[in-house]
């Protein structure tokens, strides 16, 4: 099955696109036929042979597309998905010194409108000081560091160049995202068998982030 896990990128432009980075190896001529078409229908975009109108296509007509042929190494997600586990499970008073840079980027706590939804959060992932914060933030460890400081530069190059060719798309030169911030969430679902079916979190999105689920 083709399984969104790894990461999720929400770019917002004049173009809206939720990007679902996933494990496959879609070297397979088979499995990718198959995947191009999606149990869902959702389109899927090869960063390697990247048609820009069909990803100007997904964004208005979908809003959505799955990317595939990304080159994040399998082994730099299953770090990633290990360290932000670890991360959530802190202690709350630890969680809460992941403070706002502008509203709601920070550590969002489970509340009375979305009980199941807790997220940590880093403003700039393409800012060495800005990770640093985050981890010095969270206590976070050197390991820990060092998976979250590749992770952050290789899905920022990721989002970047799916931005720059979503703007050529559109006709447009130029890099345009490179003073962007790229904000970073880590989300987790707090749900049980009994809260299966339930909303995660009720919101829109106005601006671009990564958001890696963790559970």
């Known amino acids: 099955q083709h399984l969104p896990l790894a ?3 929400f ?12 494990r496959l190896d879609y070297r397979n001529e088979t499995r990718l036929s198959q995947a191009k078409m999606g149990e869902s229908g959702v389109p899927t975009i090869d960063l390697q042979e990247f048609p820009g109108q069909k990803l100007r296509r997904a964004c208005e007509e979908w809003g959505c597309f799955r990317l595939v042929n990304h ?8 770090d990633m998905k290990r360290v932000v586990r670890s991360l959530l499970d802190l202690p709350f008073d630890v969680k809460k010194r992941n403070l706002d840079v502008i509203a709601g980027s920070g550590y969002m706590r489970p509340s009375q409108a979305n009980p199941l939804y807790e997220a940590l959060g880093l403003y700039d992932m393409g800012s060495s000081q800005a ?8 206590d976070a460890s050197p390991y820990q560091r060092e998976v979250i400081e590749m992770y952050a530069k290789a899905i920022h190059g990721v ?7 979503l703007a050529e798309s559109l006709g447009l030169s130029g890099d345009y995202f490179e003073s962007w911030a790229c904000q970073f969430r880590i989300n987790k679902y707090n749900f049980t068998p009994e809260t299966i079916g339930y909303s995660g979190v009720i919101h829109t999105y106005r601006f671009w982030f990564p958001d890696y689920p963790s559970r």
């Open 7 to 9: 990461c999720k990128l």
């Open 11 to 22: 770019l917002s432009s004049s173009c809206c696109a939720k990007i679902y980075i996933s």
């Open 71 to 78: 080159n994040i190494s399998l082994t730099l997600m299953a």
């Open 131 to 138: 990770v640093e914060t985050f981890c010095s933030q969270l």
């Open 159 to 165: 989002a970047k160049d799916v931005a720059r060719k």
